[in-house]
């Protein structure tokens, strides 16, 4: 197997953004959620944003999920694009060109919001800014690789549904 097609973390076909993109989930997840200097979430404004948090994270979960199943065979773990694919835009790739990501950052965001950690809102932050850069990498390769994809990107969000 030559080293361009390779599954390892240095592989052509952007096997460093999957090793990077776990690591930050892990942070966003099991990461340190706060300092002591910083304010605590309590009251009124604690319990709404848990209950928001909640709402988002399950929104972004199912957003994660419908991406995935929508995009069938095609999956890949890696951000470049499998041999014989075909480009999916219905479903949740009509709101976002990449709803697996707007999944991914929803529920970062909503964790984030659930458990009140500040730290965990900035890692959420670096992983949203993470997913744009990774995603921006993904549609270079998508515009090689499919004669429609530019049209798409012109008529369709990148990560958030009818924002950007």
């Known amino acids: 197997m030559q080293a361009s097609h390779s599954l390892s973390w240095r592989g052509a076909h952007g096997g460093w953004y999957v090793v990077a993109q776990v690591s930050l989930i892990a942070l966003v997840f099991f990461g340190p959620r706060t300092l002591p200097s910083l304010p605590s979430w309590s009251g009124t404004v604690g319990r709404v944003c848990s ?6 994270a399950i929104a972004g979960v199912a957003m994660l999920l419908a991406g995935l199943l929508r995009l069938g065979s095609n999956l890949s773990p890696l951000p470049y694009p499998k041999e014989h694919s075909n480009l999916v835009q219905s479903g949740p790739y009509s709101l976002v ?5 707007s999944g991914g950052i929803a ?3 909503g964790w984030a919001l659930f458990v ?5 809102i900035l890692y959420a932050l670096v992983l949203f800014a993470f997913l744009d850069i990774k995603a921006s990498r993904e549609e270079r390769w998508l ?3 499919f004669s429609d994809y530019s049209e798409y990107q012109r008529r369709v969000r990148k990560l958030v549904p009818f924002v950007y």
Do not use: D, S
């Open 51 to 56: 209950i928001l948090g909640a709402v988002l």
């Open 97 to 101: 060109r990449h709803p697996m990501y």
């Open 107 to 109: 529920l970062a965001f």
């Open 116 to 120: 009140q950690g500040w730290l965990t």
């Open 143 to 145: 515009v090689e690789r």
